[in-house]
């Protein structure tokens, strides 16, 4: 019998601020909830993860260059990737990393609750990435894949975000 690694996972969540969002934490902290950024997902534990999540963006990129094969799974890696890549408006490297994040899950042969909800987490991302490309029907695309996959909160926070950043736009001259 085969022991398999069970992924220990946990959102862990910060900010992605542009130059249409808050400029500073005064402004950020008197925005309505409409209004908040957008939420990242990233795996708990995995390489650079901790990093990123707090803002140290340079000490997560050498951690996850540094890792082993071993150390990291392909959706650990390449979710910190694509969470790395958003956070530093990167989002063409972003995509890419979203995009093999979320093949790594699939070609896991496990279709649970967990491999459904990192596959959430994954296209929820992309479609942050997708949104700030400008395609827009790729984001709700993702948005709408993730909400199948997943009613979980940061999907929902991200969908009504999506849903208010495109509305502005359209209304907004």
Do not use: W
């Given at each position: ?27 950020l ?10 939420k990242v ?14 803002g140290r ?48 899950i699939s ?30 029907l790729?984001a709700?695309?993702d ?31």
């Open positions: 019998m085969s022991k398999k690694k069970k992924f220990a996972y946990r959102a862990i969540l910060f900010s992605l601020i542009t130059a249409s969002a808050a400029s500073n934490s005064e402004e902290a008197g925005l309505s909830v409409l209004e908040k950024p957008f997902a990233v795996v708990k534990d995995a390489p650079g993860s901790d990093a990123i999540a707090s963006l340079d000490a997560g990129a050498v951690e996850l260059n540094a890792a082993l094969p071993e150390q990291s799974r392909n959706y650990e890696k390449s979710m910190g990737l694509c969470a790395l890549h958003i956070k530093t408006q990167e989002y063409l490297t972003a995509k890419t990393a979203c995009s093999e994040a979320i093949s790594a070609g896991l042969n496990e279709k649970n609750r967990t491999s459904q909800y990192l596959s959430a987490m994954a296209y929820s991302n992309r479609a942050i990435v997708r949104y700030f490309l400008d395609d827009t790729g709700f695309t948005i709408n894949k993730a909400l199948e996959l997943s009613d979980d909160e940061i999907v929902m926070d991200n969908l009504t975000r999506l849903n208010v950043a495109h509305l502005r736009s359209q209304v907004t001259p």
